[in-house]
């Protein structure tokens, strides 16, 4: 059974800092693109950045230079690492895992950690 399980969120001021965790197991977590994308109160779900298995990776505009993706492929847990957080990164933050192969497409979600940034 696939889980991803993320950690990490929490209520800071503007200008602070988080670091969201994501484990997973049940997967070739390798092998996979992990995300992570946020959802604000009333707004639909956003990406934010994500990570290939070479290391890779890719942001969203509104994050970028702010926010750093890693991963760890021993420990099956991919990191978000956010400084100089605003208002506007208030949202509930889920981690995703991705594959598509040429017969499937494995498409993974957890369950989301909140974050809060208000003063």
């Known amino acids: 059974q696939v889980q991803l399980v993320e950690s990490g969120g929490g209520l800071v001021q503007p200008g602070g800092s988080l670091r969201l965790s994501c484990e997973a197991s049940?997967?070739?977590?390798?092998?996979?693109?992990m995300g992570w994308y946020r959802q604000a109160p009333g707004k639909q779900r956003e990406f934010v950045a994500s990570?290939?298995?070479?290391?890779?990776?890719n942001y969203a505009d509104s994050v970028k230079g702010r926010v750093t993706i890693s991963r760890d492929n021993a420990k099956k847990t991919v990191y978000l690492q956010m400084n100089s957080l605003k208002g506007d990164d208030t949202a509930v933050y889920y981690c995703?895992?991705?594959?598509?192969?040429?017969?499937?497409?494995?498409?993974?979600w957890g369950r989301g950690t909140q974050v809060g940034v208000s003063s």
């Open positions: 990570i290939i298995s070479t290391g890779s990776t």
């Open positions: 995703n895992a991705f594959l598509q192969t040429t017969i499937m497409t494995y498409d993974y």
């Open positions: 049940g997967i070739i977590f390798s092998i996979y693109r």
